[in-house]
């Protein structure tokens, strides 16, 4: 009697390797894939396919897909990050498939935009992304956020909740690319934040991160001590984009930066905004020989019938770019300065 073929079998260690080859290479990875990407959609169906599936495939999704842009998506990663951390502590009583490695080891990119109707007044979820910040700062590398900051001021605050803020981000020591889309990174607080007005706690963040290579920030004063004081102390820094930036008309960022900061450090420098915007020098002078400032203009498209809303215009275009990495997120700017 004829018996039947059986079904074709993959040894585990193929199959797994074939789907450390579902993300994109590391050069040409976004920083984060949104959920309804195909990506992240299929990620997530694989670790719920197998035991033996399951440690690779969360390695992947949360190495590629940190994508918080709710309240509700905060907390679920917490959570699981948390439940993760148990089952590592819990007596195994089958051996392990695969050896797990430490809880917070993969997870090097993250976009971050958990408020909603626009303002940071929600201590439960500042207090979240505290968390979230805590347990990601060893290894977090390419950070991009769309946080209202603006929208609580330190004399409102009774919470303390720009304080929370300001020190989950201080942690981020090993941040080497940094886009906050809508606002500059201020996060001044009253010294007791109970209401007595005693002064501020002067609160510029991305300065004390030593590893900053990219930094972009929105709507940045130039004439602003405080931003030329953080410029000095990112002594890393290669890439500075400044989107619609205040000054930029009555301020030399060459001769500033040269006076300032340190003549012999390089850096390349982006205005973006809408072409004719106030964002964007009137002239750009030639470099000297051995000038290592290199001043560039990104020229934000606009429609046929300029209807939008510039402001909004500015800040996605830049949040798009900069969702596609580093080396995308260079490739495009020179692309806007054509």
Known sequence: MLTKNP???????????????????SDT?????????????????????????????????????LY??????????????????????APQSLPPIESKPSTIQHETSLYLAPF???????????QAVHHLLSLLAPTLRRLVIDIPVRSLDPEGDTLGIR???????????????????????????????????????????WPLWPQLRTL????????????WLGLSMAER??????TRADGVREVDFRSEWIARVNGDRGLTVWFVDVDGGRGIPETIEEPD?????KIMVGRVPTSYYGDEDVIELCQNWIKRLALKGEAAFQEELRKLSM
């Open 163 to 205: 304080r929370v803020l300001k020190k989950a981000f201080t942690r981020l020591t090993s941040l080497e690319l940094f886009c906050s889309v809508r606002y500059q990174m201020f996060l001044d607080y009253l010294e007791d934040n109970i209401g007595s007005f005693k002064g501020f706690e002067k609160a510029n963040v």
């Open 116 to 126: 909603l109707n626009d303002t940071i007044n929600d201590l439960p979820t500042a």
């Open 29 to 65: 990875a976004k920083i984060a894939y949104e959920p309804s990407h195909i990506l992240t959609r299929t990620l997530l169906a694989l670790t719920l396919t197998s035991r033996i599936i399951y440690p690779t495939a969360r390695r992947l999704l949360y190495t590629h897909c």
């Open 289 to 293: 020989e051995g000038d290592k400032i």
């Open 7 to 25: 079904q074709p079998f993959l040894p585990p260690d193929l199959v797994l390797y074939v789907i450390d080859f579902i993300p994109p290479t």
């Open 237 to 242: 820094l290669e890439t500075l984009v400044l």
């Open 216 to 227: 972009a920030l929105y709507n940045c004063d130039l004439s602003s001590e405080r931003l």
């Open 68 to 89: 918080v842009d709710s309240p509700r998506r905060l907390r679920c990663l917490l959570s699981s990050l948390s439940a993760y951390t148990a089952d590592l502590a």
